[in-house]
């Protein structure tokens, strides 16, 4: 029997990058797919001599053509910060739309099952916390994040067509903020945001009065738990992240000692519907999938931090500063 065979999309991206590693130590063909929007080439070019491995530039919100068997699929393929929604609206809802009904009929055809990437942004600035799978969010539409909040509960609403009409064996799991190795510098997100600019000798910003909180998962746990959730048998969305929460403000504070910087936190306007709060309700996974987060944030940032100060200095010092200022209005 030859190798189980795995399509990966957004695969050149954080997260889809480290799923190809993670699939290919487990002894499996992966097709990785990406079509380098915001994916870079680093950070899987160290897989393209193997035989295990290949590489499709495609943008899957076209029709999707996979030659040969496939049995899994994982849907990782979408802008996925901010920043990102601002510049590029109308691709993030393509690809959680157009693509994902694209990969669900490959799967369909292949009689693959397919997990999707869903992210704690389908609940929204939430009223509760922690979050659970139970809660149905607080998210706007029409605002600047709607075309990614939006996107992916379309997402999920369609996987679940998919598995109550088609009967396809589908996977849903609702990420929650994660960090580690090939974020990309100037995603706009907060900590290659603060590594950078600490590195780079300038103050750091804080957003608002850097009350809001968020909860960060290290990569490494985050596709330990994705992982699990392929091979188990539960359908249900399943909230993946770290519930040790944290201010903004406090996470500056902990990247200026980090980093051992003499700048300081200055203050930015808060970016529209900037969630206050979120921390996941990880009792789900631990139940079903025996997973919970075993990287402390103070060992997840020292490596990070480390990854960041090995990048080129071109690399390092190329930010768009100017898309700071359009975000925060
Ligand atoms: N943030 C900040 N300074 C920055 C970038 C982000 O204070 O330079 C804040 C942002 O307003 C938010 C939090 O950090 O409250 C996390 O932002 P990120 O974009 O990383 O993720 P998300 O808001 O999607 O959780």
């Not at 048998?233 to 996470?251: C, L, M, R, T």
């Not at 979120?278 to 996974?285: C, G, L, S």
Request: with cysteine.
């Amino acid at each position: 029997m030859g190798k189980k065979r795995v399509l990966i999309t957004g695969a050149a991206g954080f997260l889809g990058s480290h799923l190809c590693d993670r699939f290919i130590k487990e002894g499996y063909y992966v097709i990785a797919m990406d079509n380098l929007i915001t994916g870079d080439l680093r950070n899987i070019e160290h897989l393209f001599k193997r035989e295990d491995f290949e590489f499709h530039h495609h943008d899957v919100s076209k029709f999707v053509h996979v030659p040969g068997k496939l049995d899994y699929i994982l849907h990782f393929a979408s802008p996925a910060s901010p920043i990102d929604y601002l510049k590029i609206p109308i691709q993030t809802l393509k690809v959680g739309s157009l693509g994902i009904h694209n990969l669900l009929g490959l799967a369909k055809e292949k009689e693959a099952r397919i997990l999707i990437a869903s992210t704690s942004e389908v609940y929204g600035d939430p009223n509760v916390s922690p979050q659970s799978e139970e809660y149905w969010g607080n998210v706007n539409p029409i605002g600047p994040r709607g075309v990614y909040d939006e996107a992916k509960r379309f997402q999920e609403a369609i996987t679940m067509a998919y598995h109550t009409f088609h009967g396809l064996e589908t996977r849903i799991v609702r990420i929650f903020n994660t960090y580690g190795p090939r974020m990309r510098l100037n995603d706009g997100r907060v900590l290659p945001a603060f590594i950078g600019q600490a590195i780079r000798g300038e103050d750091l910003t804080v957003f608002g009065d850097g009350s809001q909180t968020r909860s960060f998962c290290y990569v490494d746990d985050l596709i330990e738990g994705i992982y699990r959730l392929l091979l188990s048998d539960y359908a249900q969305p399943v909230n993946i992240g770290n519930p040790d929460e944290i201010s903004i403000k406090e996470f500056g504070d902990e990247i200026i000692k980090l980093t051992g910087t003499s700048q300081k936190l200055v203050t930015r306007p808060l970016p529209v519907d900037d969630p206050k709060q979120r921390r996941p309700d990880i009792t789900k996974a631990k139940e079903i999938l025996g997973w919970e987060p075993k990287v402390s944030r103070a060992e997840g940032l020292k490596i990070t931090y480390e990854y960041f100060k090995s990048l080129p200095k071109d690399v390092l010092e190329k930010v768009e500063h100017k898309d700071f200022t359009s975000y925060n209005k």
